[in-house]
């Protein structure tokens, strides 16, 4: 009987530690944040394939840290991504950043004011195709940072906020 015990805890052990390899990967895929979500460029030059891998073709490269990105599918470590432009492709995980960024829009400056309630005096006018760290926003504004240069802006001037 004696020798049944260890044969017994040899396999439980076994089975335990094969359950234990088996969940790690969908531990790791659980952590994954759901998509749609918002992210930013994390390096100053990216290359954007057409699909999900090393061997597919370069369609474009971003030479934009911070510049605002929609990651609309995962794929293992790589990120099909919509810039404030509309354009898709797919970005190696490690290129993105999950610090939120804003992107101003249109074709006029957009006014950076003083208060979170679109009131108090124009601090700052931000041209069309700038990029801010984002901070809260709160009643259609935005708190950003521009280089240094914050206030509060409104939602409808900046691409990245919102639900992605």
């Known amino acids: 009987m004696n020798r049944l015990i260890p044969n017994v805890s040899a396999r439980l052990f076994a089975v335990a ?3 234990l390899l088996c969940a790690s990967p969908v531990l790791a895929s659980a952590q994954d944040i759901a998509v749609p979500y918002w992210a930013s460029m994390s390096k100053d030059k990216a290359n954007v394939r057409v699909g999900p891998g090393l061997t597919y073709r370069i369609a474009w490269v971003y030479q934009r840290k911070g510049l605002p990105v ?7 470590g790589w990120r099909l991504i919509e810039d404030p ?12 950043s999950r610090t939120r ?7 006029q400056n957009a006014r950076m004011l003083e208060n979170p309630d679109g009131t108090g005096r124009v601090l700052w006018r931000a041209q069309p ?5 984002l901070g809260d926003c709160e009643a259609g504004w935005c708190k950003i940072d521009v280089g240094g240069r914050k206030g509060w802006i409104g939602q409808s001037h900046v691409w990245g906020v919102g639900n992605p």
């Open 129 to 133: 195709g700038v990029v801010g760290r």
């Open 70 to 76: 929609k990651v609309l599918r995962t794929m293992g």
């Open 101 to 107: 960024t804003a992107m101003v829009k249109g074709d």
């Open 17 to 19: 530690a094969a359950a």
């Open 85 to 96: 432009d509309g354009a898709r492709g797919w970005l190696l995980s490690r290129f993105l």
